[in-house]
């Protein structure tokens, strides 16, 4: 199959090529990083900055100093941005500046350095799911930030530095710009239907079936029409909801561990135990109130080929697997 | 210095921050592939699908029979679009596929399989221009044909799979993100200046000679404001020129072959002889007739970073260096 599909969120061309030669690159391991000099080890405190916040196994918030955390929050002591300081956006001659203001935080997800287990585990997910949303409800309150970006970098391929499992945190002074490229499509589709993007999506992909990788009653896993790679998946609440900190439904969160959960076991079956991939959540902006268009998502991108100048020059990518087959593949997959 | 700045032709924000530890990848040697095998070395002929066009060392066109060729374009044997077919637009419900047809074709830049002087060589610059263009209207007579991206692959980083130096042509029948956002912002632009953008930074890069990184009579090389790479740099010629095919002139082409030979001759100085980097041509589309707003130009990537799940998920990117600082590295480095 040689095809162009468009993604309708992003409105980008995506070309669907199975018929070239193609080795998946999935014999990239985890960071081989000394245990013993692990920063983010019990035992090794002295080598990062005060805790943020800790939370125990159901996602309560504990004492920075209990021992029996499951989820500890952590400032990063390289972080993209600094916490300190006014925006303050100038021009320099045409061009447009501002301060680096933000803040960039690190979610230890579990006590245990080579916890394989803990991305295949739902009741790890929960913990991190309510730390996630709490760490996001604080930093709502500095005016400063539009926009808080949640992701997770496992295995070198997908740029990790350290293998202790993390998720990462970044709230920034502007929206970035995929979020805006989504949010600007799906306003348009809006505009146009009078009807949510995301939930025709959604509607259209329950209906036929064939890029579902798993469901359960309130989420849907999903390989995209135009995916941009091999066995990209992404994981959508089925309801309306544009604000990930909004899901607070225990249950519902426990739905979602499971999804999420099960499609991580899928990813590591289908393509081995040392694949590298990036999780990335996108839900609305802070400033914004309740939006009818914009509905928050997970993607989930295991990270086994290549950019090139194509990619690069184009903004648009080669996807060498059909991702009717990819989702049928992860589908049987457990 | 942690500053975000903005890129004026993309409207992407970048994060330039040169605060956090950071390890340039530069060893990453060209693909190690046998050379009695190699497709595009003399005597493999039987390897590869008849030739489309050669050219000798002034960029004429001469026989495919012609054994003393400077460049040879050969249609690629496993093409990313087929050139058979009609193009049919189709809905799939709410998502749009068409038909993947366009052209993928290679351009072998020399003769001699490790010829790592042919980047650094403007005499080879020249025969490949002339080469570039004379494909790009060859192609424009294909009404299915929207858009020309050509691009290189060096080094295995950048997604390189065979080592004898190439560039590769890729005709699309469609415009590619990465233009249309360069498009539609340059648009807006003009609509509101009444003048080219690129044109107004070529003046504030001039002016400012911060990121300058050596210029000839026609054409600038500058690391870009908004540099999403380290020791990015871009080429513009100065006059305003939409199409880069109608750079016609002996004379400038030579320029332009000085230039980027000088740009790339640079690269290795600063970064070692073991770089991967991507170049890429971005002009108008196919079908346009004169336009002020565009302005083609090369981007050169030096590929030391990777990608991980911020970049991913923002569409940003967050540079090591600073650009100002890149740029008098490169500045002296010949």
Chains 1, 2 share one sequence.
């Not at 539009?146 to 293998?163: D, P």
Request: hydrophobic residues 35%.
């Amino acid at each position: 199959m040689i095809e162009l599909r468009k993604d309708p969120i992003s409105s980008r061309w995506v070309i669907i090529n199975d018929s070239r030669d193609f080795q998946f690159d999935v014999n990239d391991t985890s960071c081989d990083d000394n245990i013993s000099m692990c920063p983010f080890c019990v035992g090794n405190e002295s080598f990062i900055p005060n805790p943020i916040a800790c939370y125990d196994k159901n996602g309560n918030r504990i004492s920075v100093s209990d021992e029996n955390w499951t989820v500890k929050v952590i400032p990063n002591n390289k972080p993209i941005l600094a916490i300190e300081g006014s925006v303050l956006r100038k021009a320099e001659g045409i061009y447009d500046k501002m301060k680096g203001v933000g803040a960039h935080e690190i979610l230890i997800e579990t006590q245990k350095h080579n916890d394989k287990n803990v991305y295949k585990n739902t009741e790890n997910f929960i913990a991190n799911i309510f730390a996630v949303q709490d760490r996001i409800n604080d930093l709502k309150n500095d005016l400063r930030l539009e926009y808080i970006l949640v992701f997770k970098n496992h295995g070198k391929n997908a740029g990790e530095t350290i293998s202790h499992p993390h998720f990462q945190l970044v709230a920034l002074p502007i929206i970035p710009k995929s979020v805006k490229d989504e949010m600007n499509v799906s306003k348009k589709y809006y505009d146009f239907k009078e009807r949510c993007l995301f939930c025709d999506i959604i509607d259209q992909e329950i209906n036929s079936k064939l890029r579902i990788v798993t469901e359960t009653n309130s989420f849907i896993a999903f390989v995209p029409f135009a995916s941009r790679f091999p066995f990209e998946t992404w994981i959508l609440p089925k309801e309306h909801l544009d604000d990930f900190r909004i899901l607070k439904d225990k249950f519902k969160i426990e739905e979602l561990a499971e999804i999420s959960a099960s499609v991580i076991r899928r990813l590591y079956k289908a393509l081995g135990e040392n694949i590298s991939y990036n999780l990335m959540i996108h839900s609305y902006p802070l400033k914004e109130n309740k939006i009818d268009y914009y509905h928050w998502h997970i993607e989930i991108v295991p990270k086994i080929t290549k950019f090139n100048g194509f990619d690069l020059g184009s903004g648009m990518y080669v996807n060498p697997t059909i991702p009717e087959e990819s989702a049928k593949f992860l589908r049987e997959a457990e």
